[in-house]
């Protein structure tokens, strides 16, 4: 109990010691001591309190008197205060009234301050939205006149410098809301625009790829004048005295050339005149500045891919006229022109490697189309004028810096179909020449008429130039007409070679292969084809003979016409000769094998009609009619020979008289003819006698025979006449000699080996070489008669087959 009296006061101490924010941890401990504390510290409380109070008391009681002598000095200042009142109520009353008109001012005043301070705010606020409305409208404004480039760029501004000034205000939030759309709008519109060009530009192709070839067109025919004026001021250095007056036509040429090319410059439009470009500029600007750069490049190049894919595609018909090949070609260049134009004009958008590759695709396509349609070309003027175009189409695109190397590779395998369609054309030709032909000499009348002929096709003659006129020349209408032919074709084929870029050589060249192609294929398939064909006579035969001789000897005039039109000396190494030769000896051989198979087939015919009765008692003492016949039909035939070479015209005789041999000894050895009378065997002997007579056969002059037909001649009786009025040394002689001549055509086997087959088929076997048996049905015949000599027949060592007797020993 004492112990708790100290610490009650310690805790009274700190308690009045202490701020009353503190007093909580105090008072704690009250509490915390031993059980009842808080009533003994309550009681040591109100003990204290009471000593306070005490001093207190004593205190207020030391100063009372102060305290009195105050109120009373309070008391007395009340009265006055009370006036003071008063008069401070009266002076604020009058100043009151007299400060309500300031007052009123004063509110005025405050008022129009703050209207003017609003005004100010506002004027600022105006300031900073003017422009942004400004803006805004003429961003409409070139929304309305299509200035969608320029109301892009017042976007940006719009976005970046002038909203966010404003951003606090509504119309600013609907303005920020619209801006996207708008640019939405605009990329839509440039779209839309875009494809109306791409539109207009796939219509306009062919007008602009026209317009591009005639300017390339008119561009070399300016260089071509320019280098001919050139070579017309070096020519002027080279002949003066004569090039006063080639000098002023020259210059007049060619300042109207330049005048007319003035002229056409003016007339003919530019790619930029025929089609406006400022929708791709437009877009693409647009798309650059949306950040969609790459989106426009790669929808632009995937929409001209497909129109290129279209414009590659031909008509079916295109092969059919020349104006489908021009279309075509018009609009592939009018294509690729737009596409240069965009490269050069725009920074990417249109690359050097996308355009290569776009014409790389587009020539191969070009290349197959143009294989495929020009196959079906047989028009070689539709060909020539294809060459033309192609020749154009290439130069044109070249001088855009396109390579068109494969297009003159092509132009080369175009040239060969084109060889082609002359070749059949000129097949045409030659056939109706020849069906139009008479086959006979050509008549001339005077030195006009000669001079005429010689203009046309060249002949020389020194003979018949000697002659007077009327006079004939050895070759008929059809000869002048085929070397004219020949000629037209050789300018035909220099048409394609030009403008090519070859050299003189190559054209050259080029040139004797086509003529060489014209003289062994397509000319000496149609001689062949005449001299085949059943209505052309000996007659013609022998004028068709004459006629390839005359052109064989024409080759080397038409290889110096080659050469004078190419500038190429023909003692150049690499240049081709004609083969005209070997095409017309072809035609002459096949000629004369036509004239030896019609002359046999001929006396087949008169030896068919013959009708001996071989069991007459006697001959007619005259030679059978039907051998005579075939005696004059020789004769004349033989006088038409008198124009051809003189070996073939031996020849053709020997091989009708073999023939005629051969078949007189086949009707002898017939195994149908059981007998045979002496008057039929002296019949048959005046038959041969009369083939071996020197009057019939021997008067033409060409081949002398007595004594052919009886190489070993048919013996008769002691008393017959010797044949022909020689004697017997000179006989022998000629006979020596014609036997030297027959053996050239006895080098030829058909008649051996026919003989030799129907020898096998007779079954009849030779003891020797060239030797025979008499059939059994001759032999007692031949036996009957009172012959000094056996007779046997023997073959010709030289012409097989001729009837011949002779002694065996």
Not at 586 to 597: F, K, L, S
Request: charged share 25%.
């Amino acid at each position: 109990m004492a112990e708790s009296l100290p610490e009650h006061d310690r805790i009274l101490q700190e308690i009045e010691s202490t701020d009353t924010a503190c007093v909580g941890p105090t008072l704690r401990s009250v509490y915390d001591d031993q059980p009842n504390a808080h009533q003994r510290f309550m009681e040591k409380l109100d003990a204290c309190i009471r000593n306070h109070d005490r001093e207190i008391e004593k205190m207020c009681n030391f100063h009372h008197q102060g305290f009195v002598d105050a109120i009373t000095e309070l008391l007395k200042v009340r009265a006055d205060a009370e006036k003071l009142k008063v008069q401070v109520t009266d002076t604020n009353r009058r100043l009151q009234d007299a400060g309500k008109e300031v007052i009123a001012q004063t509110e005025e005043i405050i008022r129009c301050r703050v209207q003017q301070r609003n005004i100010t705010t506002v004027v600022e606020k105006l300031q900073l939205c003017l422009p942004v409305l400004e803006m805004y409208s003429k961003l409409k404004e070139q929304m309305k006149v299509k200035r969608y480039y320029s109301a892009l760029k017042t976007m940006e501004q719009l976005e970046n410098l002038y909203l966010p000034r404003v951003s606090q205000y509504r119309f600013c939030q609907i303005m920020i809301e619209n801006l996207p759309k708008l640019r939405e709008e605009i990329k839509e519109i440039s779209m839309s625009d875009l494809k109306d060009f791409l539109e207009s530009i796939r219509k306009h192709s062919d007008r602009i790829g026209e317009t591009a070839m005639k300017q390339a067109q008119q561009q070399k025919t300016f260089s071509t004048t320019l280098q001919k004026h050139h070579n017309v001021n070096y020519g002027r250095n080279m002949h003066l005295g004569r090039s006063r007056i080639l000098e002023s036509r020259n210059e007049m040429t060619l300042k109207r050339t330049f005048e007319e090319d003035d002229e056409h410059d003016e007339e003919v439009l530019t790619a930029q005149d025929l089609v406006d470009f400022s929708p791709v500029y437009r877009c693409l600007h647009i798309y650059s500045v949306l950040g969609d750069g790459e989106i426009f490049e790669n929808y632009y190049r995937k929409q001209r891919r497909k129109q290129a894919r279209l414009v590659l595609q031909p008509q079916s018909s295109m092969h059919e006229t020349v104006e489908g090949y021009r279309r075509y070609f018009s609009q592939i260049v009018g294509f690729f022109v737009v596409e240069d134009h965009i490269l050069h004009v725009t920074q990417g958008l249109v690359t050097r490697t996308y355009t290569d590759e776009l014409w790389n695709m587009a020539l191969s396509k070009i290349i197959a189309v143009l294989r495929t349609h020009s196959s079906y070309c047989n028009d070689p003027d539709l060909v020539l004028e294809l060459k033309n175009l192609i020749v154009v189409f290439a130069d044109t695109l070249q001088g855009y810096g396109f390579p068109v190397n494969r297009l003159f590779d092509l132009l080369f395998e175009i040239r060969d179909q084109y060889n082609e369609t002359l070749l059949k054309k000129w097949s045409g030709l030659f056939r109706d020449i020849f069906e139009a032909d008479n086959y006979s000499p050509i008549p001339v009348a005077n030195e006009e008429e000669y001079k005429i002929v010689i203009s046309k096709f060249p002949f020389q003659d020194s003979e018949l130039d000697k002659q007077c006129f009327p006079k004939k020349l050895p070759m008929s209408q059809s000869v002048p007409q085929i070397y004219i032919q020949v000629k037209e074709f050789i300018y035909a084929s220099l048409k394609f070679s030009e403008s090519l870029h070859r050299s003189s050589t190559e054209i050259d060249d080029m040139l004797r292969k086509s003529t060489n192609l014209l003289l062994t294929r397509t000319l000496s398939s149609c001689l062949q084809n005449l001299i085949k064909k059943p209505h052309i006579g000996l007659t013609e035969l022998v004028q068709i003979i004459i006629n390839t001789t005359h052109l064989e000897l024409a080759c080397k005039y038409l290889e110096d016409f080659i050469s004078n039109i190419t500038n190429i000396s023909q003692v150049t190494v690499h240049t081709a000769r004609l083969y005209g030769l070997s095409t017309f000896k072809d035609a002459r051989h096949a000629a004369e094998g036509e004239i030896y198979t019609k002359l046999n087939q001929k006396i087949d015919e008169f030896i068919q009609i013959a009708d001996y009765d071989w069991t007459m008692s006697e001959s007619d003492g005259r030679a059978s009619g039907y051998l005579m016949d075939l005696i004059n039909f020789l004769r004349s035939t033989f006088q038409v020979f008198t124009h051809l070479p003189g070996k073939v015209a031996q020849t053709a005789c020997m091989s009708a008289c073999q023939h005629l041999s051969t078949s007189l000894m086949q009707m002898l050895l017939d195994t149908e003819l059981k007998q045979i009378s002496m008057g039929a065997i002296q019949q048959f002997n005046l038959d041969v006698i009369q083939c071996e007579s020197p009057g019939p056969l021997h008067g033409v002059g060409l081949v002398h025979l007595p004594g052919r037909l009886r190489a070993g001649h048919l013996q008769v009786p002691a008393g017959q006449p010797q044949h022909g009025p020689h004697a017997p040394g000179e006989s022998a002689q000629r006979n020596e000699r014609l036997q030297q001549k027959e053996q050239h055509f006895c080098s030829v086997q058909e008649e051996r080996s026919r003989q030799a087959e129907a020898d096998r088929d007779r079954g009849e076997a030779a003891q020797e070489p060239g030797e025979r048996h008499v059939p059994a049905h001759i032999g007692p015949l031949l036996q009957s008669w009172s012959l000094p000599r056996r007779e046997v027949f023997h073959s010709h060592p030289f012409c097989p087959a001729v009837l011949s007797v002779g002694t065996v020993v």
